[in-house]
């Protein structure tokens, strides 16, 4: 089974100066960003896949001509390896409150082919119910104005109907056409006004029956489902008839198992080998162990009778009290990043196992609006804290080195007063930006960024916003630097605010980095009327006292220590992301072991239609033995690498044996087992993790060994009760 992460930007800067918070580069497009796949190597990688959706890529019109002129793997921002898959589809959740799908089949295909994706997904609208006691009813935000809006809808309406209000695109697709024509074509609305609304709830949803303002439904989940299913079938014959570089998954909706179970039966019929169960992201957990449940047996049965293979994704889901049920009902993939959110929403925020979630350690930043003052004493209060603790993650002196960071910041203010006179008016300082200014600054003067760590950014950026205005033939005031440089030095009068404490700490117990000289640090800034935390301080007891981040093995904690366990800005948070996924991907693997069968290829392999139809007629047993087991991989070896069930035949076939070997080893590193299937036993490989196996009964006897399944993995639908709406 694989695990797909989606791509929603998640990155850090690869060279972020985590002593004095700064960014590398304060230009976003001249900072080499990591993502997740960039931080891990290829062996520790934590997930299979990366979800690419057409709604996050058109939030910025520089990253969507980006991407579909480069392709994903070729763009120069996100950089995704070529050995881990993509799927993209719409972002139906993005879409959610408009009456129907923003984007059309042929644009989608163009879409995905521009960005030279594994797999595109049809277009579904996400089934939402029925809504209220008289339906659901779409208003076009476009048509609301000052002398109307939505708090101006009648109660008696809103009560009564549910009422979606989104900006309705420009353009709607063709299909919209078929379902509502007064809709389609519409280049301009008129306003709404009082009188639309007025009447009883009956005369006014007549009216907006036929309004180009408006889409009304009675039974709206219906209609929803239908559009999806009528999507894939239109857009699989458009696929059929063309020539395209990608896989293409069918997504189906429903609102209960047995409807779930019959859009799956239209899509399957359709042709489809890789179905995606949509709409299930946030339902709770019951719910979709029945609606899993359900669709594998039905996709269990198809492949019986039809002796072929269907891959089937779980869109949003990875709860891992669910693994077991998902993993039986024969699950191909799933994704979600919910882990990864954890990071930063919310407590429990830095995970090591599923019963081992610590809260990280808030150290803020001054919030916007904060006077000078304010802001400069809750940077030095964070300061404080932060050297101490890292003072305890080193096991060192925590007074030594808060004082040390004090005498450095107390020398940046008498620096800065003699930089100033000296360089305020330099050369450097003629930019207009201000961006270009505060670079120019922090790079030329000796203490430029201690200066923002430790007196606030918002202090160096009005010594840059002075010196942007400087200039030699109107000089500014020095005073006026003065004033700004005397509201740091008031401030660092009451520093350090801690180091006596813990030094008498340290004396009397001869020990350095104690648990209770950090907390006292640690207690005095949460405590602090400035920061107000002292409601988490149980949670922070915690986190000091386990030392969670000593237990992890992930590049991150080793490489950062206390760092990840600390909640400040997106550089620390993301990558604790990456190490809940991380963590995540740990667990993952542990429930759902990953496993590979493969088979050996020929010359024949060269130009096939599908590597299905090669391992059917090459070797029919293995495949009549494993073809129904999902959550294992399967596909055929040779030199350039494997080429899965669902691929067609490379356009060449090397079978060169020591590179053969090397594929097989590199593979070993990502996989748990690898079964390599030798009907004829002339296979000669060392490699850990890789199995030989002469008999396909073994093959399949030994994976479901490996997952722990019987020979019938499929839970009974004995357990299921059926749902109605959700």
């Known amino acids: 089974m694989k695990f797909y992460v989606p791509e929603w930007e998640d990155a850090v800067d690869a060279r972020y100066d985590f002593v004095h918070d700064e960014l590398s580069n304060l230009d976003k497009q001249e900072r080499e960003r990591h993502f997740i796949w960039d931080i891990f190597d290829y062996e520790t990688t934590p997930i299979d896949g990366v979800l690419i959706s057409r709604e996050q890529v058109e939030d910025s019109q520089r990253k969507y001509d980006r991407v579909t002129e480069h392709g994903v793997y070729d763009d120069p921002q996100l950089t995704i390896p070529d050995w881990l898959p993509t799927i993209s589809d719409c972002g139906a959740w993005g879409y959610k409150s408009l009456p129907f799908p923003r984007y059309g089949n042929d644009d989608m295909l163009e879409f995905y082919e521009a960005l030279d994706v594994t797999v595109g997904v049809t277009i579904d609208h996400l089934v939402l119910g029925s809504g209220k006691e008289k339906g659901r009813l779409y208003l076009d935000k476009h048509a609301f104005h000052p002398d109307f809006t939505e708090s101006d809808l009648p109660e008696e309406l809103t009560e009564q109907v549910d009422i979606m209000v989104d900006e309705w695109p420009a353009e709607w697709p063709d299909l919209v056409e ?38 009304y439904r009675e039974d709206d989940k219906q209609d929803r489902y239908e559009m999806t299913l009528e999507n894939a079938a239109e857009i699989r014959e458009l696929y059929d008839n063309g020539d395209w570089s990608f896989h293409l998954m069918a997504a189906f909706q429903g609102w209960n198992p047995t409807t779930y179970g019959e859009a799956l039966d239209e899509v399957l019929e359709m042709g489809y080998q890789y179905v995606g169960i949509g709409g299930v992201a946030g339902s709770q957990l019951k719910q979709v162990e029945e609606i899993v449940t359900e669709v594998g047996h039905r996709i269990t049965e198809f492949e019986s009778e039809h002796e072929t293979r269907i891959d089937t994704h779980v869109f949003g889901f990875a709860k891992t009290d669910g693994f077991e049920t998902v993993g039986r009902a024969q699950m191909s993939s799933i994704d979600s990043a919910s882990m990864l959110r954890a990071a930063w929403t ?93 670079s120019e600054f922090r790079d030329d003067f000796e203490y430029g960024c201690e200066l923002q760590a430790s007196f606030s950014d918002d202090l160096r950026k009005q010594l840059v916003k002075l ?60 405590v602090s009327d400035l920061v107000d935390d002292q409601n988490l301080l149980e949670g922070y007891r915690k986190t000091l006292r386990s030392r969670p981040w000593d237990r992890c093995d992930c590049p991150i904690c080793e490489d950062l220590g206390i760092e990840v366990a600390i909640f400040r800005g997106n550089n620390r948070n993301r990558r604790r992301g990456f190490h809940n996924t991380y963590r995540f991907y740990q667990q993952f693997k542990r429930d759902l072991p990953k496993i590979l069968i493969v088979a050996p290829a020929d010359s024949s392999l060269f130009g096939r239609n599908t590597v299905e139809g090669y391992l059917t007629d090459m070797y029919g047993e293995l495949w009549d033995a494993v073809h129904d087991i999902p959550v294992a991989e399967i596909g055929v070896l040779d030199a350039n690498g494997v080429h899965e069930w669902w691929e067609p035949g490379p356009s060449s076939v090397s079978l060169d044996p020591s590179g053969i070997s090397e594929e097989l080893e590199r593979k070993a590193g990502r996989y748990d087992t690898i079964l390599y299937y030798d009907p004829d036993g002339e296979a000669r490989f060392d490699i850990d993790s890789v199995e030989i196996v002469e008999d396909p009964q073994e093959v399949r006897g030994r994976t479901l060994e490996r997952l722990g399944y019987d020979s019938d993995p499929v839970p009974s639908r004995d357990i299921q009760i059926q749902l109605g709406e959700f």
């Not at 809260?359 to 030095?380: C, N």
């Open 346 to 438: 919310g407590g429990n925020n830095y995970h090591l196992n599923p019963d081992e979630r610590f809260d990280a350690i808030r150290v803020r930043y001054p919030k916007p609006g904060d006077s000078l003052e304010i802001a400069v004493k809750k940077s030095m209060l964070g300061q404080e804290v932060l050297h101490a603790l890292r003072a305890f993650d080193d096991e060192d002196s925590i007074s030594r080195r808060t004082r040390g960071w004090y005498a450095e910041a107390d020398l940046v203010l008498d620096a800065l007063v003699d930089y100033l006179e000296e360089h305020r008016h330099d050369e450097i300082y003629d930019a207009r930006l201000l961006r270009k200014i505060t």
């Open 467 to 526: 010196l942007r205005v400087d200039d030699a033939d109107d000089p500014v005031d020095f005073d006026e630097y003065i004033e700004i440089i005397n509201t740091g030095r008031e401030v660092a009068e009451g520093f350090p605010r801690t180091a006596d404490r813990v030094e008498a700490l340290e004396e009397k117990s001869g020990e350095m980095a104690t648990f209770k000289q950090v907390w006292t640090v640690l207690e005095n800034y949460a």
């Open 178 to 215: 078929r379902y509502d024509d007064s809709i389609y074509g519409v280049s301009a609305v008129k306003p709404f006004t009082h009188k639309d609304f007025e009447g009883s709830v009956q005369g006014v949803l007549q009216r907006m029956d036929r309004d180009p303002r408006a889409v």
